[in-house]
């Protein structure tokens, strides 16, 4: 299995010793200016499928999501489109999200944004999570933040969400006992068996994963890496999932949107 962590560096991650990894109110682990998109580790070939405009794979579904937009659908008979104009109307929206949803105070990020809306607004049937739809139109919908940095708000109703991300982040777990900052923050351009790791960082989401032939949710990135340390995953909507996306994306601030976006 591609993900086997290869023994010399499972000793390193293993011995890493009194580290404090509790109780840092945001500090920042990799500092701004060290920051790297998950594109500056994926190889000359990734980076160039992801640059050419006709061969990126994730266009396929950007299209469909482009049209799904545009689309009527439901009981209100209204296109996203009716109510929020051109899809370049959600130019800075996917920047800020997840984002806490005035009407319930949950954490939503935005695949939960559009399931919401679709149901709520459009009164359309629901579009179950990692379904086509529903990430085609994620997709459709952060690609018109492409090139805008990442800005997550972590104050107010979102601070204790983005104290448990954190938290969360370096917590050790699974049968490996590894945490995400294990990997992601201290051995971040080291080779895991044949890829170098990256910073784990969330700014090309949705985005085509070579490996999977399609296009993937950020949750369906963690929970890949859930599984990587032969942790226990948490079901799918799951609350630790978005706080965990909340910290990423305050941990990649700047950084800037991609998409589509394309991994090995
Ligand atoms: C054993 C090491 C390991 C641990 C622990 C781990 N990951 Fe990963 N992660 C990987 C590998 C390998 C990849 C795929 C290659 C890459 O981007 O580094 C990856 C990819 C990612 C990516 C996608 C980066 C991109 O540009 O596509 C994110 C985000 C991420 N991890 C977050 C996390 C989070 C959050 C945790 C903790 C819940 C975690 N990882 C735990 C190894 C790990
Ligand atoms: C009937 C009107 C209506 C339709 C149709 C509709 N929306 Fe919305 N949308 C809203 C309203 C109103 C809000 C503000 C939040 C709320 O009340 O749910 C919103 C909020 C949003 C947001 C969050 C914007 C932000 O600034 O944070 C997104 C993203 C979104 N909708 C996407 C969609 C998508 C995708 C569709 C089509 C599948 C859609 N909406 C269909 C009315 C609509």
Known sequence: MRFAVCRTLLLGLWTIA????????????????KLQSGLHYSGAEVQSLQTDEFANPGNIALDSGTKSWAKTDGKSNKSCQSCH?????MKGVSIRYPAIDKATGKLFNLEDRIRNCRVKNQKAAEWTFESDELVAMTLAVTSSSRGLPLQAQIDGAAKKHFENGQRLFMTRQGQMNLAC???HDQHYGQKLYTDPLSQGQANGYPLYRIDWQRVASLERRLRFCYTGVKAEIPPWGHSDIRDISLYLMWRGQGLLVEAPAVRK
Do not use: D, F, Y
């Not at 404090?20 to 500090?27: D, G, V, Y």
């Open 18 to 33: 009194g580290l404090a990894l509790t109780s840092h109110a945001q500090q920042r682990l990799i500092p701004l200016e």
């Open 85 to 89: 104009g051109e899809l370049v109307k």
């Open 181 to 183: 900052t294990n990997c």
